[in-house]
């Protein structure tokens, strides 16, 4: 874990790292065997890498992006899911106004007529 900036002129203690670094720490970088995972003030923008090509970035509360090609799955919103697209398993919908689902495929919009 690397943590920008460290504050503490001493050595870090587990309780006082545990409870107060979130609040003095700008940016956090996690690298794991099979993802890698950044945060910059204090979670508002996030990005996330795994090693099967999985990727997700959000700048709350603006945009969210998320996509896993081994599952076929894209999706992505504005403001929090006003509105937004999704892809599942080829089968695609547009959201508006957070829960109305509109299908985009024509198999599927028959199917509601």
């Known amino acids: 874990i690397l943590r920008v900036?460290?504050?503490?002129p001493?050595?870090?203690f587990p309780v006082i790292d545990r409870n107060?670094?979130?609040l003095w720490t700008l940016y956090t970088r996690e690298t794991s065997s099979d993802a890698t995972q950044q945060e910059l003030l204090w979670g508002t923008m996030r990005?996330?890498?795994q090693n099967d090509g999985a990727r997700y970035w959000s700048v709350?509360?603006?945009?969210q992006y998320e996509s896993r090609p081994r599952q076929d799955t894209l999706e992505w919103n504005c403001?929090?899911?006003?509105f937004?697209?999704?892809?599942?398993?080829g089968r695609?919908?547009?959201r508006l106004l957070y829960f109305l689902s509109i299908p985009l495929d024509r198999h599927d919009a028959e199917r509601l007529d």
Do not use: I, N, Q
């Open 60 to 63: 709350f509360p603006l945009a």
């Open 47 to 49: 990005y996330r890498r």
């Open 92 to 94: 695609r919908s547009l």
């Open 10 to 12: 001493f050595r870090d």
């Open 84 to 89: 937004g697209y999704t892809r599942k398993a």
């Open 20 to 22: 107060f670094a979130p």
């Open 5 to 8: 900036p460290t504050l503490l």
């Open 79 to 82: 403001l929090k899911g006003l």
